[in-house]
């Protein structure tokens, strides 16, 4: 494997998923089929560019892959294999929505833990 193990290349996988204008195209791709760089950004709201540089980390992580259609490029998933992984994930989300919600951790705040005073 290139430069890791499995371990790494499963935790480069969820960062890649791990952003939220990375799945919600993820979503667009699964619910729509093909789109054009334009055709999601106009249904994301979001700068151009924004979604051409989350698509080429999708593109780069092989998430999704590109053709040339004219003057655009049209995006769609590479394998469809990273659904099942999506279906599932969501049922497992389902089931703990509240502690994965409240994740004090994962929402980023700063989480003191006591340090253990020794005399």
Do not use: W
Not at 25 to 42: A, C, H, N, P, T
Not at 57 to 63: I, P, S, V
Not at 91 to 100: K, T
Request: charged fraction near 30%.
């Amino acid at each position: 494997m290139i430069d890791g193990d499995l371990i790494t290349a499963r935790e480069h996988l969820f960062k890649a998923l791990g952003d939220r204008t990375r799945l919600e195209i993820i979503e667009m791709l699964r619910e729509f089929g093909d789109m054009s760089v334009s055709e999601i950004q106009m249904k994301l709201g979001r700068e151009q560019n924004l979604i051409s540089h989350h698509l080429s980390c999708l593109k780069n992580c092989g998430l999704v892959i590109s053709r040339k259609d004219g003057k655009s490029m049209i995006y769609s998933i590479r394998d469809k294999r990273i659904l099942k992984l999506l279906t599932i994930t969501d049922e497992h989300v389902r089931s703990l929505l509240e502690s994965v919600l409240s994740c004090e951790i994962v929402k980023g705040k700063v989480v003191r833990i006591p340090l253990k005073v020794t005399k």
